[in-house]
């Protein structure tokens, strides 16, 4: 059961090397950047290209470990030796990097990453009351001026207005496929909608949406028709999985689940909630909203994935947590309680890149996706 | 070699729980606190109690792991587990718990806490600029509002300047027990100054002032007649050792070291720098210079132990790291790079409150110490 969309999606990410360094030839600076917090449309509006940093393999992790601890998170990691070991192609594309105050080890790793890379950090605000909004709308501000400066482009209105209009039409397209995900049997695997999540950070934004176009019409065929997959339906919750980690979705479609849903930066987080409007302000609320665990009180989280297991008719949630992520393993206690409350099943795995809990996390998953 | 004011000051230790209920049985009100960060100036100023909270103990981590996650710092899980096994008299007598966004473990374990405790979570900013300064004057005016009204008494600006002075007497004291501790032998072991700062978050302040008031005259007569200790001169750096918890300089101090000084909230970051003014932007001012390694860019620190080194005849430097604590952990990595640069020995410790790894600790410290 192919899907013509996802050939495409695959022949998009093979090229895209190539188109980057042509358009970069051609003049236009490239932002690398680590996280869904970061407003792309600043990057679009200026003419520049914004694209995912590489972070989701184990191989760049003993590089790294060189001048980080060992026991903080595989991605943070695994992205800071990727840089090192000028391996990822994103990277040395890179002429800044745009990072962000979201936790503690990515915020001190930033410290050491200055020295291989032109880097410039947002402050994220702990908090998500009126005065942290004001200072988020501040650091957009800067972030602009940032762009600005580096890509030698002013960013006009027009321009803003625009490249808000298509972040807006992809998270929209998004949108529509989660709606199609709502059905029975789900019309897409949860390791496909994985790699649009992924993809979409490193594709050309115009690429991302020609792919989603091509993909919901197939999709909505197959919902129509009745075909798809019948598993136990899965809700992810939890850290990102970045492009070359598909572990625990892997593992979860080995073992009879259908992930549905991605209550994560690779997922929902990543497309939820649309600009509305067109100033840096406008574009600064909405970036504000994402319910990430590293805000203090982050109560829209539990309630997103409560809505989520009704809206996709989920049997049960596979909470996601990299090892050593303080704020997604100490948040997952609390929503673990919430929705055992509800009577809503939920398995909490914690894991890292490599392959060596694989056996152990399968006899696991499958126990919980049998139960359920 | 005994000193009288140490006698007294565990005297005091001793009877301070008792001196804490009588005088909230009186109708004092008890704020419990877990950091440096917070102005005690302002609960003194109320006529209210300012307490340290326990979190020095491997007793408590047990409990605290029915909820929190195993692999955060045992510091935040130990404080945690004391409040959940109702064992600490401070927390119990807490009427209010005053945390901070500090690090990504204990931000979201206040989420946990507030089910315990009334707890009352301030914003500490990513950053040192500008901005993050205006945040945070505003953060500690909204401690003042709280304070007041929990107490019931307004904080006037006689109490205010009071309270200023007070506690700028108490650090003066500990400025002049630095200097005397530069000495050659040192009059003071480690484990003395260490209860010295562990019981100063304990103590009344009086009783802190009066001790240290008797000690230094004992410190000078030792100066004065060459008395002390001769061991190798060893700074610590890092994470604080809150009361219980004192496993490194023992061992420092059992390997014929002699620590002269704590880069710590436990040492020089619980003293240095008085509040220059009576303002509560003074008081905010003050506090927001306390270089821990939670800001982004800290270059106080490293700045500050360089000097430390010199002021102190320090031989050699331990980093002092609690296990999972991710921002002095990383912090770590630039700091041994600089002071190697600067030929000043240093070597890295990381453990956690149990007894486990206490022959291991000792062999590297003994071969640390043996080597400088």
Same mark, same amino acid.
């Given at each position: 059961?192919?899907?013509?969309?996802?050939?495409?999606?695959?022949?998009?990410?093979?090229?895209?090397?190539?188109?980057?360094?042509?358009?970069?030839?051609?003049?236009?600076?490239?932002?690398?950047?680590?996280?869904?917090?970061?407003?792309?449309?600043?990057?679009?509006?200026?003419?520049?290209?914004?694209?995912?940093?590489?972070?989701?393999?184990?191989?760049?992790?003993?590089?790294?470990?060189?001048?980080?601890?060992?026991?903080?998170?595989?991605?943070?990691?695994?992205?800071?030796?990727?840089?090192?070991?000028?391996?990822?192609?994103?990277?040395?594309?890179?002429?800044?990097?745009?990072?962000? #105050?979201?936790?503690?080890?990515?915020?001190?790793?930033?410290?050491?990453?200055?020295?291989?890379?032109?880097?410039?950090?947002?402050?994220?605000?702990?908090?998500?009351?009126?005065?942290?909004?004001?200072?988020?709308?501040?650091?957009?501000?800067?972030?602009?001026?940032?762009?600005?400066?580096?890509?030698?482009?002013?960013?006009?209105?027009?321009?803003?207005?625009?490249?808000?209009?298509?972040?807006?039409?992809?998270?929209?397209?998004?949108?529509?496929?989660?709606?199609?995900?709502?059905?029975?049997?789900?019309?897409?695997?949860?390791?496909?909608?994985?790699?649009?999540?992924?993809?979409?950070?490193?594709?050309?934004?115009?690429?991302?949406?020609?792919?989603?176009?091509?993909?919901?019409?197939?999709?909505?065929?197959?919902?129509?028709?009745?075909?798809?997959?019948?598993?136990?339906?899965?809700?992810? #919750?939890?850290?990102?999985?970045?492009?070359?980690? #598909?572990?625990?979705?892997?593992?979860?479609?080995?073992?009879?689940?259908?992930?549905?849903?991605?209550?994560?930066? #690779?997922?929902?987080?990543?497309?939820?909630?649309?600009?509305?409007?067109?100033?840096?302000?406008?574009?600064?609320?909405?970036?504000?909203?994402?319910?990430?665990?590293?805000?203090?009180?982050?109560?829209?989280?539990?309630?997103?994935?409560?809505?989520?297991?009704?809206?996709?008719?989920?049997?049960?949630?596979?909470?996601?947590?990299?090892?050593?992520?303080?704020?997604?393993?100490?948040?997952?206690?609390?929503?673990?309680?919430?929705?055992?409350?509800?009577?809503?099943?939920?398995?909490?795995?914690?894991?890292?890149?490599?392959?060596?809990?694989?056996?152990?996390?399968?006899?696991?998953?499958?126990?919980?996706?049998?139960?359920?």
């Amino acid at each position: 059961m192919e899907l013509k969309a996802m050939n495409n999606l695959m022949t998009k990410f093979s090229n895209r090397k190539n188109q980057l360094y042509g358009e970069k030839e051609e003049g236009k600076k490239v932002f690398g950047l680590f996280c869904s917090f970061v407003p792309i449309e600043l990057v679009l509006a200026s003419n520049s290209i914004p694209v995912g940093l590489c972070g989701g393999k184990n191989d760049t992790i003993a590089i790294a470990e060189e001048d980080l601890p060992r026991n903080i998170c595989p991605l943070v990691k695994s992205s800071y030796g990727f840089k090192k070991a000028k391996s990822c192609p994103y990277f040395e594309a890179a002429d800044v990097v745009i990072g962000e #105050t979201t936790c503690d080890a990515k915020k001190k790793m930033f410290e050491l990453l200055e020295n291989l890379v032109n880097t410039h950090v947002m402050q994220l605000p702990h908090f998500k009351d009126e005065k942290s909004l004001n200072l988020w709308i501040s650091e957009v501000e800067e972030l602009k001026e940032l762009i600005e400066k580096e890509s030698g482009n002013t960013i006009t209105e027009e321009a803003l207005k625009e490249a808000v209009d298509k972040v807006n039409k992809m998270r929209k397209l998004f949108y529509k496929i989660y709606d199609l995900r709502a059905n029975h049997p789900s019309p897409i695997k949860g390791s496909d909608t994985l790699k649009l999540f992924q993809f979409a950070y490193l594709l050309d934004i115009n690429d991302t949406i020609e792919v989603l176009e091509e993909l919901i019409p197939e999709l909505e065929d197959r919902v129509n028709n009745k075909e798809g997959y019948t598993g136990k339906r899965i809700l992810i #919750t939890g850290c990102p999985m970045v492009a070359g980690n #598909t572990k625990i979705v892997d593992l979860i479609e080995e073992c009879n689940g259908i992930v549905v849903g991605e209550e994560s930066c #690779t997922g929902t987080r990543q497309f939820e909630n649309l600009v509305e409007g067109y100033t840096v302000k406008d574009l600064a609320e909405r970036y504000f909203k994402i319910p990430c665990a590293v805000a203090y009180k982050n109560e829209e989280r539990i309630k997103r994935i409560k809505e989520l297991v009704k809206e996709l008719n989920v049997d049960g949630v596979v909470y996601y947590t990299l090892q050593y992520c303080h704020t997604f393993n100490v948040e997952g206690a609390k929503i673990e309680k919430e929705l055992k409350e509800e009577n809503i099943p939920i398995i909490r795995i914690e894991t890292d890149y490599s392959e060596s809990d694989k056996e152990q996390l399968k006899t696991r998953l499958e126990a919980f996706i049998e139960m359920i």
